[in-house]
């Protein structure tokens, strides 16, 4: 098993899909990376996780880590930001503070995945 930045890779996959488990690398930039590692070769881009050699793993962990955000870094750079917006008092950052959707949907009856499920109180009596 193929293990790149703390993150198992699965064995049966082509390697240019597998990448695609690490958090940031999707299927452009997975392609990317096999480029600029060196595996440019579609025999090797279609080569099964393992059967890698030990030489192609190290060099796509070199570019890895040294081109680019992934996984634990790329989450906290955007926590960061996030957290930049509310102490800035935008409007963005209050959205985020209360929990509401940030990007301008409606909330009157939809964004119950931002809102929380509907707590319904029982009706007043006359």
């Known amino acids: 098993m193929v293990r790149l930045l703390g993150r198992d890779l699965p064995n049966n996959k082509k390697i240019q899909y597998a990448l695609t488990r690490i958090y940031g690398i999707g299927l452009s930039r997975s ?29 796509l962990r070199r570019v890895l880590e040294k081109d680019y955000r992934l996984e634990g870094e790329l989450l ?19 959205r985020h503070r209360a929990g509401l959707p940030v990007r301008g949907q409606r909330t009157r009856t939809n964004a119950r995945t931002r809102k929380g499920t509907k707590k319904t109180v029982a009706g007043k009596k006359k």
Request: net charge positive.
């Open 31 to 59: 392609r990317e990376i096999l480029n600029k590692a060196g595996l440019k070769d579609l025999s090797i881009q279609n080569k099964m996780t393992k059967d890698l050699s030990d030489e192609e793993i190290s060099t």
């Open 76 to 94: 906290r750079l955007n926590d960061l930001n996030i957290k930049h917006l509310k102490d800035n008092g935008c409007i963005r950052g209050r």
